[in-house]
């Protein structure tokens, strides 16, 4: 997200304050109120917003009503606030103390939650698939007469699971063996279906061969992106949140696939249209990156959403980091 080109001093003034009575009111900003906070003429102030809105900043939704931001406007309005501004000490040291007291994901489900909390908004975080990431880790456990459990620490104290199904079951030894294989690879996740494989070809026992092979078949589920959510129900104490369609955007954004569409490009992205605004924070995770992402009405409290994004996107990498240490440190 980069900063808008320069406009007039006065201009900025007036489209700043039509933004910050709109994103207060949630109705249009007329002239009058403009001029008394400004300590101009109502004339001064219905020129400016004949100019702003032949800039594309301002629209007039109503022929009588007042002004509120265009897409432009809006997004010119957040840009003055970049860089963010930190958050309070008191706010950054609960995220710090909160982060430190969770182990693997329940990093990111205390993260979105705290930072539905602290923004007010619907949270989304995702992470890439976990390719990258190197095994710490691996148990496999009997979980029925056809199907075993695959239990994978990573490199960062993140866990995952999956089952593996098998039939029929091999013996319990060489269940013992296939584990002490996969612990004896040292790979990331991303290269443990071919290296299964590999051994397989060469194990010269058939049940290991097969257990080798049935693992390898379901170790895709591993590596599929995660995703974690917080704060939908926020939005409904919005005035937005009393229409129906804004709420199913929302939804669609959060819950379903519209918003995993990448991650962003700089440490702050923000994606703006007439109704929806989505503010996001990147953070390392791995050899990639992982995105937080606040999302709420197109008249977002802007100054505190980047924020917020940004203290939870620096205390992310910061907290990822210390797990790769204390992993290397376990080691």
């Known amino acids: 997200m980069t900063p808008a080109a320069p406009i007039p001093d006065r201009h900025v003034r007036v489209l700043h304050a039509v933004a910050e ?3 207060r009111t949630a109705h249009p900003v007329p002239s009058q109120a403009v001029a ?9 102030v219905r020129n400016d917003f004949g100019m702003l809105e032949q800039g594309g900043l301002l629209q007039q939704p109503h022929t009588s009503a007042g002004r509120i931001p265009t897409v432009a406007g809006f997004r010119y309005y957040a840009s003055s606030y970049l860089p963010p501004r930190r958050l309070p ?7 710090l103390r909160r982060l430190a007291n969770a182990d693997g994901d329940d990093v990111f489900s205390e993260a979105s ?29 009997l979980v029925s ?3 075993l459990l695959a239990v994978v620490v990573l490199e960062n104290g993140l866990v995952r699971q999956i089952g593996v199904d098998v039939d029929p079951m091999p013996s319990e030894s060489v269940i013992d063996d296939a584990e002490r294989n996969l612990r004896q690879l040292g790979l990331s996740i991303g290269e443990v279906p071919r290296a299964l494989r590999a051994v397989a070809a060469t194990a010269g026992d058939d049940e290991l061969a097969r257990t080798l092979e049935a693992i390898s078949d379901a170790w895709t589920g591993l590596r599929a992106p995660k995703r974690f959510r917080d704060g939908l129900k926020l939005l409904l104490g919005e ?7 804004f709420v199913r955007l929302v939804v669609e954004h959060v819950e379903g696939d519209a918003g995993a569409t ?9 994606e703006l249209d007439d109704r929806l605004a989505m ?8 050899g990639g990156r992982g995105a937080l992402t606040l999302v709420g009405p197109a008249r977002m409290r802007y100054p505190r959403a980047l924020s917020v994004a940004s203290e939870f996107g620096r205390a992310l990498s910061l907290d990822m980091d210390q797990d790769a240490e204390d992993g290397r440190d376990e080691r």
Request: glycine content about 10%; proline content about 5%.
């Open 21 to 23: 009575g709109y994103i």
């Open 36 to 44: 008394s906070q400004l300590d101009v003429s109502s004339a001064t």
């Open 89 to 95: 000490k008191g706010d950054r040291d609960v995220i």
């Open 113 to 141: 939650r705290l930072a539905a909390k602290l923004s007010g908004y619907a949270v989304l975080i995702s992470l890439p698939a976990d390719d990258q990431l190197t095994i710490h880790e691996i148990h496999l456990s």
């Open 145 to 147: 007469s056809k199907r």
């Open 239 to 245: 005035p937005e949140g009393e229409d129906p369609s």
């Open 262 to 270: 990448g991650y962003p490009t700089g440490d702050l992205d923000l």
């Open 279 to 286: 503010v996001s924070a990147s953070f390392a995770f791995g």
